[in-house]
């Protein structure tokens, strides 16, 4: 192994590190053991109020967020993300919503929650990625993500998207710039998420 290869190899893992710390901090979990999931989940207060469809939501409501499991995200080809890769990922998100939806309406601790919840880069209206997309068609309305820290947050966030992207997925890297890179926030009721997903739906 030449000298570079190992920098990066030791960089990834330090990032990778750095994310588990930070999951650890925010109390975020996995909630079922199929390695075709590729979302975690936290149970949260709202981070400020949000209005999508006739929903209102205050700060401090109960909301469950969810998170990419990026060591289960599927690998973006070298040539770029393909048509088969595209399938593949929203078969991935849709099996990830059924299984949360049956542990939602199986455990109580998710009664009182208001509404399904994210913020990511990847949800973003870049025509590289069809994130934004993908998640209207699962139902989902796609707010702008709102930093309590504004722009100076925004930048840190997004750097740490950009050294995910490096640790887990490098590939994904190629189709975007740093700087145009835009974070998003999605939202769904939760009774229509489950209406959706659950059992039955």
Known sequence: MDNQSWVSKQLRAGIRLIDSLIRKSEGSYEYCADPDCILRIQLMPSPHHATFGDRVIQPGDPVLAIHVWNEHMPQIPPGGADLQWAIHLRRQVLNSFRQLAKVMQADDRYALVRAIYGASVLFSSTNHTGG???????????????????????????????????????????????????????WMDRDEFIQRYGVGG
Do not use: H, V
């Open 132 to 186: 934004m997309r993908m998640m209207q068609s699962f139902g989902f309305t796609i707010l702008p993500c709102r930093n309590p820290l504004g722009k100076f947050g925004e930048f840190w966030e997004n750097l740490f998207s950009w050294w995910l992207m490096y640790a887990y997925n490098t590939a994904s890297m190629d189709s975007r710039e740093f700087w145009q890179l835009e974070r998003t926030e999605i």
